[in-house]
């Protein structure tokens, strides 16, 4: 498997991948409206592909604002892996590297909506969200967050915003350089 930046030549796999790994509706959860008008982040928006160069596992992250003193920070997600090919540590990978990438990047807490039980094994935690609510329904054992910095939620509450963000070096810039693998696992 390699992990590479995400380029617009991968954009209808993506799109293939998220359709089937998600129940229909997925764009008017809440998690969506916060991505809404808003870019991810190009420098943590990846792949994980087979040795053949298909797209098989996805994983962005998005700039938010927590609380009333917008505190920024990351919502995760998607994180999505071919059907196909769940169990093989695609979605795993992306998330060490998603999750490195993030802390090298000098962001410092990350929220996400996602099952409790693959999320808790890389250090997020519902007790992390206790302070903070989302501007629409969600299940609340659901809501998680990491400290990329420890004690960065310290003091934060509030609701979760949408942010604007600097998309820098667009994607396209990327789409020549998207064959050079970033990581890469046997």
Known sequence: ???????????????????????????????????????????????NTLPTGAVAATLRFWPIALGWERVPALLLGPLAVDPALQGLGFGKALMRHGLAAAAADGHRIVVL????????PFGFSRA?????????????????????????????????????NDPGPVLAARAGAGATPMFAEP
């Not at 909506?113 to 808790?120: L, M, Q, T």
């Open 1 to 47: 498997m390699t992990i590479r930046f995400e380029t617009p030549h991968d954009a209808a796999a993506i799109e293939d991948i998220l359709d089937r790994s998600f129940a229909p509706g997925r764009e008017r959860k809440t998690a969506y409206r916060l991505r809404d008008g808003v870019a991810p982040i190009d420098s943590l928006s990846f792949v």
């Open 113 to 120: 909506v996602g099952d409790p039980g693959y999320y808790e």
């Open 128 to 164: 992390m969200t206790r302070n903070l609510s989302m501007p629409g329904p969600v299940e609340a054992h659901r809501f998680l967050a990491r400290e990329l910095v420890p004690g960065a939620l310290d003091g934060v509450q509030g609701m979760i915003q949408r942010a604007a």
